[in-house]
């Protein structure tokens, strides 16, 4: 069973950048697919944006377009997030998720902690 943990939030100024990072243990991510969603307190998670399994193509949600980059390192087995002009509406708990079998960009079944953002006007 994989565990991610994220790391990287913080509190910004609107205009700010943060990077996030996504680290797993137990079992490569090379071959999987990668999403990063957010969440604010009492709505459901949306996506930020997607990897797909094959590290070639990439799904921004049509929120974060333009502001939020997602890559992946292999070698260090983590996956980033960087965020660029950070507004207070992007201020939410941030997760990344996996799905628990490689080749597929479907049924993310595996989710670190998430990590908070807040942006300040």
């Known amino acids: 069973q994989v565990q991610l943990v994220e790391s990287g939030g913080g509190s910004v100024q609107a205009g700010g950048s943060l990077r996030l990072s996504c680290t797993a243990s137990?079992?490569?991510?090379?071959?999987?697919?990668m999403a990063w969603l957010r969440q604010v307190t009492g709505k459901e998670r949306k996506l930020v944006a997607q990897l797909s399994w094959s590290g070639q193509t990439t799904h921004n949600a049509d929120s974060m377009k333009g502001r939020a980059t997602i890559t992946r390192d292999n070698a260090k087995n983590t996956v980033y997030l960087q965020l660029n002009s950070l507004q207070p509406e992007d201020t939410a708990v941030y997760y990344c998720?996996?799905?628990?079998?490689?080749?597929?960009?479907?049924?993310?079944?595996?989710w670190g902690q998430g990590t908070q953002v807040t942006v300040s006007s």
């Open positions: 137990g079992r490569t991510l090379t071959g999987y697919a």
């Open positions: 998720a996996t799905p628990e079998y490689p080749g597929t960009t479907h049924d993310f079944a595996c």
